[in-house]
């Protein structure tokens, strides 16, 4: 069967948006319309005949409108095949009338959670009979339509409908029906049960679109969002410009914001991102003063990067920003200076997240691997100074202790092996994702050297710096090469087998040296 008549239609929504206009456009083609409670209503106050859904099955609503739709006669009517004799004859023996339209958008569920509603009304607003409606309409779509989204109602006003548009509304109200399960399951396990880790993981989650390509142009993407309550992060910035983010852009511009949130009530801070990773990082008076600090720490790197700030973009950092090719921007907000700067790089994307979240939020990451998934809470970890403890002869002084704190907060968010020099509240040279801690350790000092050249310094921003590590020093050597970089502090978790060899090291260097005992391996 390929076209089917609606002879009769079943509308049963919480969202009214464009009900009035489809009901007529249906009672216009001779279609019975059937409904309940305040969607009978408002079919009626827009001047439609409708049955009640409690005429069609013999039984009045019941138990708080609980119980309306859950019946034989609406069940029957929806999955009963079209020219099957035995189903066609036990139609006929109970009175079971075909219903070939069904049109049903369920409790707003997850909204109800977003608002932060009580737990008796979340429970009150998990929908029983609308996803039997729709699963029960979307199996049988050989002959019934199914509609969930008000945008699909021009597909039934006609009065009649395709077997290929039933078998699309079909695919789109099974997708609907999983995620709204999704949702409500994961709504039980960690916000009501308090799981970390339920037995089975339900993620609601929705398109929100195809991206040009994926890693490569040979792979196709697409950025999905929450399908419930969400933390705001870089999938719901606003883009003000430019061209279409790319799977790339997304991840870079996440590992910005994810940076910059760190300093969320920090002073002025800028970060510069490349490949997910941080190639410069300053805090300073202005806005500006903090860019023009993260650039030089690398200013090769940041030739087609990310920049994130932790406060609304002016005119005059916007201006130094568009004084080199820059991929992609985030910020809170931007005045109309900056604006009308970025207007003339048409390129350029231009992102708004307004009031960023917080680093520390719960949460979990996701990892895909080979015939699974790996699951994690997100780090959160941080340290405070209080937290510290020294294990060298020196202390650090006070400003030796500001920087590795700044160095450490960056070394959370820099692929492991990670090293990080930072002087006065910026970086000085990065060294990420090596197989060993003295690779990284060596070529962020080689960074640092050849970005003083660059600028006609006379010595490198790593002398008289502080390092940190994100993991122990397993051997001295990596220290050694700090040391020979020129730091004078060293940030690190401990906890070697060798940490007395390192320490001593540090002593006889006479570093100031500061234990964490948290890692930060970020892979």
Request: proline fraction near 4%; charged fraction near 25%; include cysteine.
């Amino acid at each position: 069967m390929s076209t089917v008549k609606i002879r009769r239609a079943l509308l049963s929504v919480s969202d009214k948006e464009g009900l009035a206009e489809l009901g007529q456009a249906l009672a216009g083609q001779g279609v019975e319309l059937v409904s309940t409670g305040g969607t009978a209503k408002a079919l009626r106050g827009a001047g439609l005949e409708v049955r009640d859904i409690s005429d069609l099955t013999g039984f009045p609503e019941m138990m708080d409108g609980r119980v309306k739709t859950l019946h034989p006669k609406v069940h029957g009517g929806l999955l009963a095949v079209r020219g099957d004799a035995a189903h066609e004859e036990a139609a006929a023996a109970h009175d079971i009338g075909m219903i070939d339209l069904v049109v049903v958008n369920l409790y707003p569920f997850a909204q109800t959670v977003t608002r932060g509603a009580e737990r008796d009304e979340v429970i009150e607003n998990i929908d029983i009979g609308g996803p039997s409606m729709v699963r029960s309409a979307a199996k049988n779509h050989a002959s019934v339509a199914i509609v969930t989204d008000p945008a699909d109602y021009a597909l039934v006003a006609k009065g009649e409908t395709t077997l290929e548009d039933r078998k699309r509304l079909a695919a789109k109200a099974f997708a609907l029906t999983a995620q709204y399960d999704a949702t409500i399951a994961s709504w039980f396990a960690f916000a009501d049960q308090g799981e970390i880790f339920p037995e089975t993981v339900a993620i609601p989650v929705r398109r929100a679109q195809e991206l040009r390509y994926g890693e490569n142009p040979h792979q196709r993407a697409a950025l999905y969002v929450p399908a419930g309550p969400a933390t705001p992060g870089i999938a719901q910035a606003e883009q003000l410009q430019g061209k279409e983010l790319s799977y790339n852009n997304y991840n870079d511009a996440d590992a910005a914001l994810e940076l910059v949130a760190e300093f969320k009530d920090g002073p002025p801070t800028v970060v510069i991102v490349k490949h997910a990773n941080p190639c410069g990082v300053a805090s300073g008076e202005t806005l500006l003063d903090a860019y023009r600090a993260a650039f030089a720490c690398d200013t090769v790197s940041a030739f087609g990067g990310i920049i994130a700030c932790n406060r609304p973009l002016d005119g005059a950092t916007a201006e130094a920003i568009c004084e080199i090719f820059t991929e992609v921007v985030v910020a809170p907000g931007a005045d109309d200076a900056a604006r009308a700067a970025f207007a003339r790089k048409k390129n350029l994307r231009l992102l708004l997240c307004g009031d960023f979240a917080a680093p520390a939020r719960p949460g979990l990451t996701i990892k895909s691997i080979a015939g699974g998934m790996l699951l994690q809470s997100r780090d959160n970890g941080g340290i405070t100074r209080d937290e510290l403890r020294m294990v060298t002869k020196r202390a650090p002084t006070e400003q030796e202790l500001k920087d590795c704190l700044f160095a450490w907060t960056v070394a959370k968010h820099v692929k492991s092996n990670a090293i990080v020099y930072a002087k006065d509240g910026a970086t000085a040279g990065i060294g990420a994702g090596q197989m060993n801690r003295l690779e990284s350790a060596r070529i962020a000092a080689w960074k640092a050297k050849d970005a003083a050249e660059k600028a006609g310094c006379g010595e490198p921003r790593t002398i008289g710096s502080a390092v940190a590590s994100d993991a122990f020093f397993p051997f001295a050597d990596g220290l050694l090469a700090a040391v020979e970089a020129g730091a004078t502090a060293v940030i690190q978790p401990g906890g070697s087998i060798r940490d007395d060899e390192v320490i001593a090291a540090a002593d006889e260097a006479g570093l100031a040296m500061v234990f964490t005992g948290m890692r930060h391996f970020r892979h």
